[in-house]
């Protein structure tokens, strides 16, 4: 998944170097790198045990993972 994860953000990339003014791109891959940021938390915080920073880290990129309706 995070090989997946980031192709995917290495296409996106090259759209936006093609066309800076791509927005769906913009949003898209700041979607890919809250999903690889969130797995690099989840990580660091083996068995749920985390400073409260990555704590609140955690917690933010669960969030807009999941985003609720």
């Known amino acids: 998944r995070v090989s997946l994860d ?3 953000a290495r296409v996106l990339e090259a ?3 093609h066309d800076p003014a791509y927005l ?3 949003e898209n891959l700041g ?10 938390y ?9 400073e409260p ?6 917690r933010l ?3 807009l993972t999941n985003p609720r309706p």
């Open 31 to 40: 979607d890919v790198y809250v999903r690889l940021a969130l797995r690099a």
């Open 15 to 17: 759209a936006l170097r």
């Open 6 to 8: 980031l192709r995917m």
């Open 61 to 63: 990129a669960r969030e």
């Open 53 to 58: 920073t990555l704590q609140r880290k955690l």
């Open 24 to 26: 769906t791109a913009h």
């Open 42 to 50: 989840e990580r660091a915080a083996p068995g749920g045990r985390a």
